[in-house]
């Protein structure tokens, strides 16, 4: 068994001895850094595209340049509304105790906001490109930089769990793999070791 297995067993023996609790907590904690972590790029982004529409230069875009920019500004606008929404969420149900929800909705917005992020990222290079070199260079490096970023932000994950789905012992392949109802169940147990 390699290393990394290794670990990756020991990891998920400490989420199991972890409290329900003490877990959403922590999963809550983690995805509301790593959305504190998005967002200023996003506003920057944001009222870069804004600012942009007001300059007499936009109105030398033609109308293929102009559908990208509004592509971008919206995309741009819905990762920020996205990457926002856990957090006010989180003020508006504050101590209503359901902190499961919040956490599973939270992923989905940051999964939503960070898909929106990416088209927006693509977007501003395409366009730029598009300015200095023509639409032919900015459709494949746009199509390129889109690839890579699917593959680095969601591919390598969606890989890794169908490889552990696959192999009979792998870490990962717990009752959270097989649906809600799996993972409910696990997250009723909880083991207490002593201290």
């Known amino acids: 068994m390699s290393t990394i297995d290794e670990t990756a067993k020991e990891l998920k023996q ?3 001895d972890e409290e329900l609790k003490d877990r959403l907590e922590r999963e809550h904690g ?3 850094e790593e959305l504190r972590a998005l967002i200023p790029g996003s506003e920057v982004l944001f009222g870069f595209l804004l600012a942009i529409r007001f300059t007499g230069q936009f109105q030398q875009l ?3 340049q102009r559908f990208v920019y509004y592509g ?6 819905i990762a920020l509304v996205m990457f926002l929404a856990p957090a006010a969420r ?3 149900q504050f101590r209503e105790g359901d902190k499961e929800r919040l956490v ?7 999964i939503v906001g960070s898909a929106a992020a990416a088209l927006a990222l693509t977007g501003v290079l395409h366009l730029v490109i598009d300015l200095g070199f023509g639409m032919g260079w900015a ?18 994950s969606i890989h890794q769990k169908l490889q552990n789905l696959s192999r009979p012992h792998a870490p990962g392949r717990t009752a959270a793999a097989f649906g809600a109802r799996g993972a409910r169940a696990q997250s009723r147990v909880v083991v207490r070791t002593p201290r």
């Not at 971008?72 to 606008?77: D, M, P």
């Not at 599973?104 to 940051?110: I, L, M, Q, T, Y």
């Open 14 to 16: 400490a989420e199991a």
């Open 30 to 32: 983690e995805l509301l």
């Open 62 to 64: 033609n109308e293929a």
């Open 72 to 77: 971008t500004l919206l995309s741009t606008a």
């Open 90 to 92: 989180h003020r508006a």
């Open 104 to 110: 599973r909705s939270g992923n989905v917005e940051a």
């Open 139 to 156: 459709a494949v490096i746009a199509a390129v930089f889109f690839a890579i970023i699917v593959w680095r932000w969601w591919g390598r």
